[in-house]
């Protein structure tokens, strides 16, 4: 499938563009949110793991002005777990939110392979 | 010519006995005996004033000098009087008796009392049966010592004022509870309160004179007041105040290391968010390379090693975080101390399986007003640091109990141990950020400042008794909640 991964932290990107490179999966990145939604319209993800928190627009705005969504899911991340949930997330549109620091960066690439395979 | 040299004999050795009189009693004594000689004569009655509405009655009852505390209107007229009928309806009142002939002889005092309207201090009362030239006679003779009479009770009356004044100062002195010193101008000691008899008797004298001064582990500082009596400008005495600043002194210190909390608690939090980020990189990133790297290979142990460390760092921001929010705090609920107990125990099988564990839980209400899980927390630490006190065996005794204290109710949670104890040296560092005596890995030197800094935070403490060799007990102090009914 074709992940985007949106998170203006190298090293959270990095490593989430190896977890899913491992498993085979085509991984775009961007560092803001802006360019997320370039990738998001010039090669239409599977989908896409968002962080909550940027600079420029923030997750959940790039989440409001991605249109033609189809059937993509979306996943806000978070390292404010108290502030955001999986409630919250899905009030903003969100099909899953992950808290961050991820303890296990495979679970994570799991959760996303499951997503996809309920729908 | 003999007659009257015998009166003025009489009369000197009258005045002699009056001067060397003590008391209101020994007055009236001296003047029952005096009138001896005249047989129809009662014992005297005296009466002085103490207010317009209240005056003091000395009377006979039988040998012995009664005191009475009368109120009534004071019979006001300042003339010598002769079966007057007001005076005669005044002591029937207060003796509850009809009077017979009465002389009534008001007494001119120089001391005012505290009412200056009364025209007369003090009556002197005879009842009698005199006639005629007798009672000329007793009249003359209790005329020559009125003098006498007036001067000595003056002289009582004011002495009494003074001994109460004096009481009275004396009694404000001792009252008060800092110790308070007056010194001579040679620095002598001349008077000094209860408080210092008690706290400072045996205090260096030229310490007395310092800025402030420990003593028995109370802090005072001194305030020197000079006293000028005299025209010349040296004083003539000093009046020493100790104020006791001890509380005042910890409460600054802990008011203090509060604001130290606060702030180092701000920053972790901070510092810890900042390193979230990076540390996830690096752990994720460990985990990406284990897979692609061969087991058994010194790169996969490596990286294993570089995942494991991450995940400590990772915990102890967690920690951090978890301390530093306030959120929780706002998530205060109603649960027995005992409760929390029973939550927690199953989370340190692992830990405690090869202690005997000996489980006192109250069966009186001890709810607390707390967060759960960061009493949890508080509850996880301290057991796990008196397992690790214990090494492979030992008892393990977790106890809760419900204390009065004062007009509340306190639940306390005493967790002890077999362990070796906490040496004395360290006993003071033990609740400090990042004090550790555990080798790296085992303890971040956070659990048991969390714990004080969660227990303060549900207005209770933690104290540690400790003894070498022999083990610890943590005891937590928190104010019983009220629980709700039904």
Redesign the interface.
Known sequence: MKVLIVDD????R???V??FA?YGHVVFEADDGVKGLEIWQAEAPDIILLDILMPGLTGPQVLDQIENRGNAKIILMS?YA?EYNLKKANELGADMFIP???????AVVQIAENLMVVN | MTKKIARERNLSHFVKDMSGVASVYQLMSLLKNEIKAFKTVENPLLAYAQSQNELHLLFYQGSKIIKKDVPGVWPQQAKIRLNNIQDSQFLANVFGRPFGKLLTIPLQLKRKSSNDQLLVSAILFFEHALVGDRLVEFTEFIGDRLQSISIVLDRLLLENDLNEAALLWEQTFDGLQDPIVIFDSEAQILRANKSFTENLQNVKSKDLFEKTLKVNNKIYEIRSYPIITGENQSPSNIINHYIDVTLAQRLKKQMIQNEKMAALGNMAGNIAHELNNPLTGIRSLAQVLIRKASPGTDIFADLHEVEMAAERCQVIIKNLLEFSSDKLENQKVLISINDIVQRTLPLLKTLIFQFELQLKLTEKNCFVLVEPHLMQQVVFNIIKNAAQAMGNSGVLTVKTEVYKKGGANEVQLIISDTGGGIDPSIRDQIFDFFFTTKSTGEGTGLGLSMSKNIVEKFAGNIIVNSELNIGSEFIITLPQAKAAVG
């Open positions: 932290e190298p090293l959270i990095r490593s989430l190896r977890a491992n390292a108290g961050k620091p991820f303890t296990d960066i495979f």
